[in-house]
């Protein structure tokens, strides 16, 4: 089973570089962003708790997030693997990954991490937003609390994945095609 996790900042590329990796390799997408969204859209009291973290540009608790992973997993029943995409968020979340899959015989394979400069990322955020009026992009004030956000609770949780050997940082400048060829071979050379 193939397990990844799509890691970077805000804008890095994560939504659109899943696409190509859950065609290529037949896995399940899981973004934590989307999950969040629907139930948003939806009106649960999940999403409308997740919004009042998400509306100041806060990260969603841990337990609420693992908890709708979990079940989100739970349902998908993938045999071929997973992509986790905007989680693991924080050293604690990737712990309770771990220890969530091994109670179901299987494990994270690598991390994948786009790397993108942090003016790069204002851009796109802002090209994003006008894109698809996710408001959450549309202001500077509250891209930058992102931004910072990541460097100083997200960024950490690579070091837990160099720690067991399964980082592979991947530079997230170039042409869309150009960065999907990168984690192409990334996942292919490591499951050579």
């Not at 899981?30 to 509306?55: Q, V």
């Not at 309770?96 to 991490?113: E, Q, R, V, W, Y």
Request: proline share 3%; charged share 25%; aromatic share 6%.
């Amino acid at each position: 089973m193939l397990n990844i996790v799509l890691f970077g900042p805000p804008g890095a590329g994560k939504g659109t570089q899943s696409e190509s990796l859950i065609e290529k390799y037949g896995l399940i997408h899981l973004s934590t962003g989307d999950i969040f969204r629907a139930n948003i859209k939806g009106e649960t009291d999940l999403g409308l708790l997740a919004k009042s973290y998400m509306d100041k540009g806060h990260l969603v608790p841990d337990s609420l997030t693992i908890d709708i992973l979990r079940a989100e997993v739970l349902k998908a029943n993938s045999s071929k693997g997973y992509i986790f995409d905007g989680f693991p968020r924080t050293t604690a979340q990737a712990e309770a990954l771990d220890n969530f899959l091994k109670s179901i015989n299987t494990s994270i394979t690598l991390m994948l991490a786009l790397e993108v400069e942090e003016n790069e990322l204002k851009n796109r955020l802002l090209k994003r937003a006008a894109i698809s009026g996710r408001s959450d992009d549309a202001d500077p004030a509250i891209i930058e609390n992102r931004i910072a956000v990541y460097n100083k609770e997200t960024a950490p949780v690579k070091d837990f994945y160099e720690n067991q050997g399964k980082l592979i940082t991947i530079s997230g400048i170039g042409s869309i095609d150009e960065i999907t060829n990168r984690l192409f071979h990334a996942v292919d050379t490591r499951n050579a």
